[in-house]
Every structure is written in structure tokens, then in C-alpha cells.
């Protein structure tokens, strides 16, 4: 058994489908990850940029893949991602019309719980058994439909 921070709670729904206007704001709000204990800030200060990778891809044959740009912060026990207006509003201009997929990677080696330990990239913490994984990327995603 691995003692280290585990998921709880996800400020989305990755299951749910948002309209692209609803996806912009909750990308202005943030996307919050919360965990089961606290979050030493340090290291997610020093990585802000690179703690949580976002990645655009519309709904749109053969159309880019495209970066949106972010900062993470780490608060108590939760890492918050992020973006300015600008993201924002080119993510609901790209996804108005044909809807898309945010791909959300959290960089769990340089998110350290109170202990110092990586947390887990696991999030089946959320399903009710949880299979822990210290550090490694944890996978998920913001579905997007038209609107």
C-alpha cells in the first residue's frame, strides 16, 4: 500500500457534455483537482506553467491540435489550473460550432503532498476503488458540444 496523496473530487464532470460557452467559463473559474490532503505549493508555484498540460482538439476532421496556455496554483489541498481570457475565448470560438475535447494532463512528480510525496495519478479514486500510482501523469478530459 502506497501512503500518498489521492484524488477526490474533480470541479468537472469529464462524463458530461458542456456547451462550448459553459467549457469558456469553466476554464476562467478554473479546473480544480482536489485531494485528500494538502498540497505543499512550492513545487507547483516553480512549475506553473507545466503542472497541468491542456490540450485542444475539435470535433473537426483533420483540424490541429492546439495548446491553450495556463498557470496552476496549489491551495490547501487542491491544484487550480488557470486561464486568461484569451484562452478562453479561443477554446469556445474553436469548439462553437462543432464542439471538441479538451485533453487535461496533471503532472502529479511536481504536485507534493504534505508528506513530500508525489501524489497519485490514479483517479479511480473517484470511482470508489482506488489503484494508487505515485507522480506519472494523470490523464482526463473536458468534453465539448456546440453552443
Same mark, same amino acid.
Given at each position: ?48 506553467? +507545466? ?6 482538439? +475539435? ?35 474553436? +469548439? ?27 483517479? +479511480? ?23
Amino acid at each position: 500500500d502506497f501512503d500518498l496523496a489521492v484524488l477526490k473530487e474533480l470541479s468537472w464532470d469529464p462524463f458530461e457534455n458542456l456547451p462550448a460557452r459553459l467549457a469558456a467559463r469553466q476554464l476562467r473559474s478554473g479546473l480544480v483537482f482536489t485531494f485528500d490532503r494538502p498540497i505543499q505549493p512550492e513545487m507547483v508555484k516553480r512549475c506553473a506553467r +507545466t503542472a497541468v498540460e491542456v490540450w485542444l482538439r +475539435t470535433n473537426e476532421a483533420g483540424s490541429p491540435v492546439r495548446g491553450v496556455l495556463g498557470l496552476a496554483q496549489a491551495d490547501g489541498e487542491q491544484v487550480i489550473w488557470t486561464v486568461d481570457d484569451n484562452a478562453a475565448g479561443m477554446v469556445q470560438e474553436f +469548439t462553437a460550432q462543432m464542439g471538441g475535447r479538451l485533453v487535461i494532463d496533471l503532472n502529479c512528480d511536481v504536485v507534493l503532498d504534505d508528506q513530500g510525496q508525489p501524489v497519485s495519478a490514479s483517479w +479511480t479514486s473517484l470511482f470508489g476503488t482506488h489503484r494508487p500510482r505515485p507522480g506519472g501523469i494523470m490523464r482526463t478530459w473536458l468534453e465539448i458540444i456546440p453552443g
